[in-house]
């Protein structure tokens, strides 16, 4: 994709960048727990056990468990990155009367029924 200008946009060629504001840097990065802590309110939301589950990371293709997935939760809500490439993954915010998903960086999630 490229702007007015011809020139690249930004995060087009890193999916790191495209979360500039929450990404971090190499000599002050943001603490990161693994899948495990997205398990608890993901479960509030779907009522299945999704650390388990194996998703496509959409940036990079990479093909991993949830639970693998890095997941960055001290803000308003919680992020999950792919550990191969930082993509954002999922973004789940809970209000006293919502929940907000996006899971537009996931192909795919697929979940094991007998699991």
């Known amino acids: 994709m490229t702007g007015n200008n011809g020139s690249a946009s930004p995060g087009a060629e890193d999916p790191r960048l495209e979360d500039q504001d929450i990404a971090g840097t190499a000599a ?9 802590a997205a398990a608890g309110p993901l479960w509030e939301l779907f009522r299945i056990d999704i650390i388990a589950a ?8 990479a093909i991993r468990a949830f639970g693998e997935a890095s997941v960055y939760a001290d803000g308003p809500g919680i992020v999950v990155r792919c550990t191969s490439c930082g993509g954002v993954l999922l973004r789940l915010v809970e209000t006293p009367t919502w929940y907000w998903l996006d899971v537009s960086g996931l192909s795919y999630l697929q979940i094991d029924r007998e699991g």
């Open 28 to 36: 002050n990065p943001i603490p990161h727990l693994d899948g495990n």
């Open 54 to 61: 194996i998703g496509r990371c959409k940036h990079c293709g």
